[in-house]
């Protein structure tokens, strides 16, 4: 029978290679556990309370709030922001930094996506939450500024996301390996299930939303139809898997293998994700599972932020397809032919130089 361990257990082991570790980041990975547990009662709920559907406003980014939108945001809040760990939070949901009551004595930085995937709420798809931690730069003892938020992504100290589907998980990295647990509502803990998640370095799944196809550039355009292509040697084709919710999306692309992309388009150059709040956390994870994550261009972790709702596009997953969309999308690479098609080709040819030739 399998050894039964609890996150609690697992992040205080962890902490216990680290002999200087004074404890607080593992308090500070509780407080997002429970936090998680609060949002997923509410979502497992969600069809039978009336807190489905529109707010009637909409977020810093102009897109609706949901009402379970505004519940996961103000519990996170609650129940992270009152222990005066976290000198400063910020969510995708709030326009300015989130100051908490004790932040002058906070060692840490929270950025949180509160309810990623929210357009897909009344359909009861999978949803998740994604967060991120950062030590402060500011002094302890002094007052918190926006410049504390606006960090690379490579100088987080712990990051991960909890999805809620048909189980309740929740993946972390500390920059010692990923590791994924799930929730058993019967006691109400999460347990170790998913220990030292690798990504595959290929996968067979790629995920974007072809539906903007005709605002992509040629390079992805090219990309997509790469993937298409029959090729036995490369495993092509790929398999096309959509869901629209990230968090559900990269946490398969992360077991199976595969990539993500949310590129550039001619509506959105600068890309859509946020870097904060999106794109630096399952970066973290992503190549601490040994894959990879850029814009096409850049590493993500490497960017410096400039603003608290910063956007990025997103080419995420396992290390050799993610390298391979980059080649397309710098315009460093061409569509190969079919290698099934070239000799049929070469015989139409042939035929057609000996009717010429009669």
């Known amino acids: 029978m399998a050894e039964l361990i609890t996150i609690e257990r697992h992040i205080l082991e962890q902490q216990r290679k680290f002999p ?43 897109e609706e709030v949901k009402r379970l939108d505004q519940f996961a945001n103000e519990k996170f809040i609650q129940a992270i922001g009152q222990h005066g760990r976290f000198a400063v939070m910020a969510s995708e949901e709030n326009e300015d930094i989130i100051i908490p009551p004790t932040e002058k004595s906070g060692k840490y930085v929270l950025l949180f996506d509160p309810l990623d995937g929210s357009s897909n709420i009344d359909a009861n798809v999978s949803v998740g939450t994604i967060f991120s931690i950062y030590k402060r730069k500011s002094a302890v003892g002094t007052a918190a500024t926006v410049q504390d938020c606006l960090q690379k992504g490579a100088e987080q100290v712990a990051a991960g996301y909890v999805i809620y589907g048909s189980s309740v998980m929740m993946v972390y990295t500390t920059g010692q390996g990923v590791h994924g647990f799930t929730l058993d509502p019967t006691i109400g803990e999460f347990l170790l299930s998913h220990p030292n998640i690798t990504i595959p370095k290929r996968g067979k799944i790629y995920s974007i939303n072809e539906g903007y196809y005709r605002y992509f550039f040629d390079g992805i355009k090219k990309y997509i139809k790469y993937l298409q292509q029959e090729d036995k040697a490369t495993n092509r084709p790929y398999s096309a898997r959509y869901i629209g919710s990230l968090v559900a999306d990269f946490h398969r692309n992360l077991l199976y293998g595969g990539i993500f992309i949310y590129p550039r388009t001619k509506k959105a150059p600068e890309g859509k994700l946020r870097l904060l709040y999106e794109a630096n956390p399952l970066a973290f994870v992503c190549e601490q599972a040994g894959g990879r994550a850029t814009d096409g261009y850049r590493r993500i972790l490497d960017i410096v932020p400039e603003k608290l709702h910063q956007r990025t596009p997103l080419f995420i997953g396992s290390e050799e397809d993610v390298k391979i969309a980059e080649e397309f999308e710098q315009g460093l690479r061409e569509v190969e032919h079919d290698r099934e098609l070239i000799p049929s080709m070469l015989k139409e040819v042939s035929r057609a130089e000996s009717t010429l030739l009669r």
């Open 20 to 62: 200087s570790a004074s404890g607080e980041l593992s308090l500070l990975l509780y407080d997002v556990a429970f936090a998680a547990k609060l949002v997923r009662r509410e979502v497992i709920r969600a069809g039978l309370v009336d807190i489905l559907g529109s707010a009637g406003s909409k977020n810093v980014q102009g």
